[in-house]
């Protein structure tokens, strides 16, 4: 972000908006019930992400703006096409049948109504999301945006154990939640839960998980950021609530005996996932060449432009103004949006820019997301 002088007033009215956002759609949907019957899971294996170090900031900077951020970063820009690939054979293989539970669970979420777009491919060079199922090495995947500092022959995601059932199709939308950019809701930290922490490493460190006290930290007992999560308000029912057997939990009283989470995806699940990947219009609007264009966005709110170049060659695209952004420009392919290049300025002291080379008679879009601007409507995008 260039100028970081901190405008105090307008910080704290974009966080208020964000957040009021947010919790009217929780008080909307909130739902309560839990039902006991579905899913028992006394000695269940749980899914254990990857300890990925914070993405470093400007130092010193505002608490408030670094917050907005942080409750960002992880998510893709909106229209965002996300290619996964199955391994097949070796290690990491999976039989059809356990492809076919993860490709509908990718149906699952888009079914909600979402931007975001998921389509298979054959060869992990194209992918995205390179999907493992190596048993005993864990169910996990990277979160959101992380899964691209991942090296083409890694796996990004992983199932480590048979998926049966409503369980296991639980277990596949929880992974691509957490591809979505999406944290384990256990550790929400207006969850309020009060653990038993020895009875919590008794039992992660031992059978069927055996992590070490680190791992059993990082996934459970770690409370994250009040602002890296979305809302306010703790959802029991998440799809990325843990099932948490009787006697790890001392408080709220009524988990004592255990917390089962209803399945498959709870109201509050589509609220938030449509909040930062709602359904996109078709039509673009068209950024011309030294046309500087004005963008009034509200944290985590998006714009998008189409770029028709009339000649092929080296061109800038830069934002102008106190903005912290992510600007992400994809090649129009016959519909499919080939992603080019990115530039996040977020938490810097300098503009968002991409300097690409562009062919006549091809179309391209730009997609740019707002983490936060001093004031609204000050900042501005141009193409030169
Ligand atoms: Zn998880």
Redesign the pocket.
């Known amino acids: 972000m260039a100028n970081s002088k901190s405008n105090t007033e307008s910080l704290d009215a974009q966080l208020r908006s964000i957040s009021n956002r947010l919790d009217a759609i929780e008080n909307v949907v909130h739902n309560p019930t839990v039902d006991d019957e579905e899913k028992d899971s006394s000695s269940a294996e749980?899914?254990?992400?990857p300890d990925v170090p914070l993405r470093e900031l400007e130092a010193g900077i505002d608490p408030d703006r670094e917050s907005l951020i942080r409750a960002i970063e992880k998510k893709w820009v909106n229209g965002t096409e996300l290619k996964y690939y199955f391994f097949e054979s070796g290690a990491w293989g999976g039989s059809n049948s356990q492809q076919r539970v993860v490709a509908d669970a990718f149906d699952e979420w888009k079914e909600v109504g979402i931007g975001l777009n998921f389509n298979e491919v054959d060869s992990p060079d194209e992918a995205d999301i390179r999907i493992g199922f190596k048993r005993g090495d864990g169910?996990?995947?990277y979160v959101g945006r992380d899964i691209w500092s991942r090296p083409v022959n890694e796996r990004t995601m992983n199932f480590g154990w048979l998926l049966r059932g409503q369980d296991g199709r639980d277990t596949a939308l929880?992974?691509i939640?957490?591809t979505l950019g999406f944290?384990?809701e256990q550790q929400n930290p207006f969850a309020g839960i009060e653990w038993d922490e020895d009875a919590v490493y008794r039992y992660f460190t031992g059978p069927p998980n055996n992590w070490s006290r680190q791992k059993t930290h990082h996934?459970v007992l770690r409370t994250l950021d009040p602002n890296s999560v979305e809302g306010s308000q703790w959802d029991p029912n998440s799809i990325?609530q843990?099932g948490i057997r009787s006697g790890l939990i001392l408080r709220p009283a009524e988990y004592r005996s255990g917390l089962r989470p209803a399945p498959g995806l709870s109201d509050t699940d589509k609220a938030r996932v449509r909040l930062f990947y709602p359904e996109m219009a078709s039509r673009l609007k068209k950024l011309e060449r030294f046309s500087a264009e004005r963008l009034d966005l509200s944290p985590a709110q998006q714009a998008n432009f189409v770029i028709k170049p009339t000649a092929t060659k080296r061109y800038q695209i830069q934002t102008f103004g106190s903005s912290d952004t992510l600007m992400v420009l994809f090649e129009d392919n016959n519909g499919n949006l080939e992603h080019m290049a990115a530039d996040d300025d977020s938490g810097w002291g300098h503009n968002a820019r991409l300097e690409v080379r562009l062919v006549k008679g091809r179309e391209y879009v730009l997609r740019i997301r707002l983490y936060f601007s001093e004031e609204s409507g000050e900042f501005a995008v141009m193409l030169w």
Do not use: I, K, R, T
């Open positions: 749980a899914c254990g992400l169910s996990w995947s929880h992974e939640g957490h944290q384990h996934n990325m843990y």
